[in-house]
């Protein structure tokens, strides 16, 4: 651990400590406890001085620094490598680069802010900067490129998992495939990139986008009636490394178990939050459309369609609702 | 056309040409016609002066140069953005960096030698220098990842194809899922990469390397029984430019009927080359073994298996002859 790290731990145990305690206890001078308090404090740490009893930690700052995840980290694998920018391009094509350069799975990459965000289908992801969690996560899955659809599934679970106590007083829902919804809008996306020969996955990247603390007007004038954030839609401001950790757990939980047993495992638990089911949907699939009442998901993730000819169980496509108002979604 | 090609052009066109004819036509002076003449030489050309008569075309070189392959190009597509490296760290590599820079499909990479060949299933590829060819072709397939596999079938079908007339006195033999022997030895092997969503693929590199002309000495001790080239097996050299054109046509040809029709459009003809059909085999799929007896394969390109427990249908795997001789497959 470095020595601004431990100050922060040593900070966190106790309302005041003196600078002599501290001085002692990591074997440098007081000078040199100062040095590292005021580079602290630069980093947007408010930590008071009360003269001749000490330092206070009063709050830490609002930003995904690797220190702050890493005390709320409690997994095996997800978030142990962890890469934070203040600015990126993309964390996708980041993290793309490190799988390729054989980063271990569960490698993250973090970014306050993107300047190409991506999502779905070549469309791009707004990421303004400080408010939101732009995360993408290195996995080997041991699957064919044809069951990597189940990944997608099992990461919108683990983000309505990690969202519902967040987001207490508002149900998550999931629009098949894998986006996340409060109040009907949009407040995450996933975009599930993957490197592979045709029989098998060499990594995947999975990009998680969570719109979190943003303001409405951070959205741009047109996604303002279909996308949120969980500040916008709650009223209560998240804890982001808090989050970010979270994530990282209910992730590695979700997708050890798909890896392990299938989709099928978790099916009943993302039909749980499925806002479709029961309801009239058309869905459009690379030109292909097709309506129907939906019955839920099959064991790999297919969409299972009640449609004029008879079942359908579709593999990929963007729903819409039939009738739909879409803040009922 | 560059002005070396235009010459090599005339100079094919009639037995000799004289300097001042190609000075005339081209409209630069017989000095500078000299000069492009000695560039041609150091190229590797074989241009004889006859005195007071002018220059004949002895021989091209055995070089993957641009120029020739594109005489012997018949395509729309394929072939047609062409890189041909003196050697190169891997062709699929580079292609797959085109890949992500927008390159159109069809775009192919090759390479007189790779210093990092790859093969399936992270193994390497041999590829000593200017005896065989390496190539890589960039796709766009507007198909899910799930389809994929039928690409490298078509991939198989297109190397047997343009194979068969080069390697007329031997019969071509494809082994599930898409080796290509001859005499049973491996001659051509077939890397499918992709770069894709869950749900689409947004690019496809398909790396082909065929041996063709290479010695019994290029490929090490422990490759000699099992690899072969199509000049050990049939005693003919390969006119490698002449090959690379063909290759791309045939391929066209295969690849836009396996995307239009898919991969049923050409099984019949994929069995036709298969020298499984009717053998005891054992597949092994990570770690799975299926045995049994080879029945075909399915308008997927699934491996269909007669075994113990009924029919087996198996989507990727290596194959091994129960009871054979490798030789013999």
Redesign the interface.
């Known amino acids: 651990m470095e020595t601004a790290d431990r100050i922060l731990t040593l900070l966190r145990r106790e309302p005041i400590v003196s600078g002599e305690a501290l001085s002692a206890t990591l074997g440098i001078s007081r000078a040199a406890v100062w040095k590292h308090v005021e580079a602290l404090r630069a980093a947007g740490y408010r930590i008071e001085s009360h003269r001749s009893r000490g330092y206070a930690l009063a709050a830490a700052p609002d930003r995904l620094l690797p220190a702050e995840i890493a005390r709320h980290l409690e997994t095996e694998r997800f978030g142990r490598r962890l890469e934070c920018f203040e600015s990126i391009d993309s964390t996708n094509v980041y993290a793309a680069r490190l799988a390729r350069e054989d980063a271990p799975e569960g490698t993250l990459v973090l970014a306050e802010r993107q300047t190409r965000g991506r999502g779905?289908?070549g469309r791009s992801w707004v990421s303004p900067a400080r408010v939101n969690l732009y995360a993408s996560f290195v996995l080997r899955p041991?699957l064919?490129?044809?069951d990597?659809?189940q990944?997608?599934l099992a990461a919108a679970v683990a983000v309505a998992r990690t969202l519902a106590p967040f987001a207490a007083t508002v149900p998550v829902a999931i629009k098949w495939?894998n986006d996340c919804l409060l109040d009907g809008k949009k407040v995450a996306g996933i975009?599930?990139?993957?490197?592979?020969?045709?029989?098998?996955i060499r990594s995947v990247v999975l990009g998680i986008g969570v719109n979190l603390n943003a303001p409405a007007r951070a959205f741009p004038p047109e996604l303002r009636t279909t996308a949120t954030s969980v500040l916008l839609a709650t009223g209560t401001r998240v804890d982001r490394p808090r989050f970010a950790a979270a994530l990282c757990a209910t992730l590695e939980a979700v997708y050890d178990r798909v890896v392990r047993d299938g989709f099928g495992a978790i099916a009943s638990e993302w039909e749980s939050y499925s806002c479709l089911t029961g309801r009239e949907v058309t869905v459009d699939c690379?030109g292909r459309r097709s309506t129907g009442t939906v019955r839920g998901i099959d064991p790999v993730g297919r969409l299972v369609l009640d449609g004029a000819n008879g079942e359908e169980r579709i593999?990929?496509?963007d729903v819409s609702i039939v009738n739909g108002y879409r803040r009922k979604l």
Chains 1, 2 share one sequence.
């Not at 975009?191 to 098998?200: G, I, K, Q, S």
């Open positions: 779905r289908l041991r064919a490129p044809a990597a659809p990944l997608a495939p975009l599930t990139e993957m490197d592979a020969e045709v029989d098998r690379s593999m990929a496509g």
